[in-house]
């Protein structure tokens, strides 16, 4: 038997469509040498894109200060964050209310899905303990990008991811343009 060892630069439900790409590509005959060959030249064209309604877990963590948790929870603040190319968590813009930073999440994958609104491959949400936000999510995105391969497939965020965003997290997942910041 071989083994490769890649670093996905991703996590969660990412790392989860890249695996379900990876499938599809073995199904279709590719071997395994030329599997490691394509995941190591595309990983960064996979997209995580998430926002968090609740800054707690942030403040544990020691990513945000206790003033910017307080007065980001009183002002209904939602950070959008995504993943660069080095696998490192990038805040990228602050939003007040959620309905502003759903908006926002799929205008992210308007502007970097392969295709833009024509994009035709598969869609992966996770979300930790806020399944009616994620599904405005994956509701939105279905009705902007028709093409879709099958529905948006919503997952749960897994305890390693979960203990550190806590709940009130929507992660969004899909291949795009590369991931180069």
Not at 19 to 42: C, F, I, N, P, Y
Not at 107 to 118: D, F, L, P, S, V
Not at 121 to 143: G, H, P, R, T
Request: proline share 2%; net charge neutral; aromatic share 10%.
């Amino acid at each position: 038997r071989k083994i490769y060892i890649v670093d996905s630069l991703g996590a969660s439900s990412g790392y989860g469509l890249i695996m379900d790409k990876l499938s599809e590509l073995r199904d279709s005959g590719m071997d395994l040498e030329t599997l490691h060959a394509w995941v190591e030249q595309h990983k960064l064209e996979m997209h995580h894109w998430f926002f968090s309604t609740d800054l707690s877990f942030y403040v544990k963590g020691g990513r945000i200060s206790k003033t910017s948790g307080f007065v980001g929870g009183i002002l209904g603040i939602c950070p959008l964050l995504n993943m660069d190319s080095g696998g490192h968590l990038v805040p990228r813009k602050k939003y007040k209310g959620k309905k502003k930073v759903i908006e926002a999440i799929v205008e992210c994958m308007e502007n970097h899905a392969i295709g833009g609104t024509a994009y035709a491959d598969k869609c992966y949400i996770s979300q930790s303990d806020c399944y009616e936000d994620a599904s405005k999510v994956a509701e939105l995105v279905e009705s902007k990008f028709p093409n879709l391969k099958g529905k948006v497939e919503i997952n749960n965020v897994g305890t390693t991811v979960g203990s550190h965003t806590g709940p009130g997290t929507v992660a969004l997942f899909f291949w795009g343009d590369t991931r180069n910041d």
